[in-house]
């Protein structure tokens, strides 16, 4: 298998990134990967908020604690002004996420092409 598939494998597969340190492209991975981890992090964050605001209400008697009930508050989406950021984040995530899959199957590709070049 060649430098580019592999790149490209691990970075659809593992994380943004990893493709780019697999071809010692390191400031590129460590740059989509840290801008992928803040993605995140917005993400997990407003979900734990989210899970942690339905925890009090069935606390509080609010709510009831029946799955149907806890799983309608889970599906409806969040309030206008908590969505946004969280599609932000969604969306960057996403997009490094392409972005990496595809420049590391450039960078891979550039390397092949060197490598058969040397006659290795």
């Known amino acids: 298998m060649n430098r580019s598939t592999k790149s490209v494998l691990l970075s659809a597969f593992v994380f943004p ?4 340190v697999y071809l010692k492209r390191f400031t590129a991975g460590a740059l989509l990967a840290t801008i992928a981890f803040i993605s995140l992090y917005f993400i997990i ?20 604690a029946d799955v149907a009930v806890i799983t309608e508050l889970v599906a409806k989406p969040a309030p206008g002004a908590d969505a946004q950021p969280v599609t ?8 490094v996420w392409l972005i990496g899959i595809a420049d590391s199957y450039r960078v891979g590709r550039l390397q092949d092409g060197a490598t058969s070049a040397d006659g290795v």
């Open 17 to 20: 990134g990893v493709g780019h």
């Open 45 to 64: 964050t407003a979900a734990v908020e989210r899970a942690l605001q339905i925890a009090d209400k069935i606390r509080s008697g609010e709510i009831q």
């Open 88 to 95: 932000i984040a969604t969306a960057v995530l996403i997009l």
